[in-house]
């Protein structure tokens, strides 16, 4: 006879925890983690930024237009995918200035 297997709870389940679904315990871990370690450390006040991992530096940032915008100079018509991206690559040139700021800030902050 079969012996049936139990399911791993949900914390334990990696699956689960790199899914989609799992995306809110991920980053309840973000919080509650490292102000365990700040417990353990007694460290008192902290500062958090909040933003996007991709939003990259304003010099990556360029990089990446320049090379986007070479691009579709070298194309007679430009293809909807190839445009779609230079609009992508526009704004996160546009939004890297707020990567800078908030790298500033942290250096004055600290």
Same mark, same amino acid.
């Given at each position: 006879?079969?012996?049936? /297997?139990?399911?791993? @709870?949900?914390?334990?389940? *990696?699956?689960?925890?790199?899914?989609?679904? !799992?995306?809110?315990?991920?980053?309840?871990?973000?919080?509650?983690?490292?102000?365990?370690?700040?417990?353990?450390?007694?460290? @008192?006040?902290?500062?958090?930024?909040? !933003?996007?991992? @991709?939003?990259?530096?304003?010099?990556?940032? /360029?990089?990446?237009?320049?090379?986007?915008?070479?691009?579709?100079?070298?194309?007679?018509?430009?293809?909807?995918?190839?445009?779609?991206?230079?609009?992508?690559?526009?704004?996160? *040139?546009?939004?890297? /200035?707020?990567?800078?700021?908030?790298?500033?800030?942290?250096?004055?902050?600290?």
């Amino acid at each position: 006879m079969k012996k049936n /297997k139990i399911p791993l @709870r949900a914390y334990e389940n *990696l699956e689960f925890l790199h899914s989609p679904e !799992g995306r809110v315990i991920r980053m309840l871990s973000e919080f509650y983690e490292p102000q365990k370690r700040f417990k353990k450390l007694s460290v @008192r006040d902290t500062i958090v930024f909040f !933003g996007s991992a @991709r939003t990259p530096a304003p010099e990556t940032a /360029k990089k990446n237009f320049l090379a986007i915008q070479k691009k579709i100079a070298s194309h007679k018509k430009p293809s909807k995918k190839l445009l779609q991206q230079f609009d992508d690559l526009k704004m996160k *040139l546009d939004m890297s /200035k707020y990567y800078a700021d908030a790298v500033q800030l942290a250096y004055l902050l600290t």
